[in-house]
């Protein structure tokens, strides 16, 4: 559609300077994260999941931003699972979107059900919010 380049998109980051915050570019950002095939291929899918989760990790990010619900929930409800499959030590909070842009407008991670709805902690992102 000529909106942007599908090699090199720059929405979601443009829309993350615009609130405040920093994008960062690492290796994996545009890599799939496997939701549509975890049943019939979970050992690479895991291995998808878990190379995402550890690049974002070792590559400095704080959280991982997507603007798709199934990325959102893949990355966080197997984030714990795929560290079997590719170890990495920090746990990596997972955000939709459209709560990054709630916390940028002040809602707060309990108005929008983030500790119980998440299955992998976002607590270190308290310390953005004070």
């Known amino acids: 559609m000529g909106f942007e380049d599908f090699a090199n998109p720059h929405s979601l980051q443009d829309i993350i300077e615009a609130i405040g915050a920093t994008p960062i570019n690492f ?9 549509h095939a975890v049943y019939p291929a979970h050992d690479s899918v895991m291995q998808m999941t878990g190379s995402i989760n550890k690049d974002a990790v070792d590559e400095g990010a704080d959280c991982l931003v997507t603007p798709c619900p199934l ?15 590719v170890p990495c030590k920090a746990d990596m909070p997972i955000l939709h979107l459209s709560q990054l842009l709630g916390l940028a407008l002040g809602v707060t991670p309990q108005e929008m059900g983030m500790p119980r709805r998440h299955l992998t902690t976002t607590k270190a992102l308290e310390k953005f919010l004070a």
Request: proline fraction near 0%; hydrophobic fraction near 25%.
């Open 71 to 85: 990325c959102q929930m893949q990355l966080d409800m197997f984030q714990e699972e795929a560290k079997s499959t």
């Open 27 to 35: 290796s994996r950002q545009q890599d799939c994260c496997g939701f």
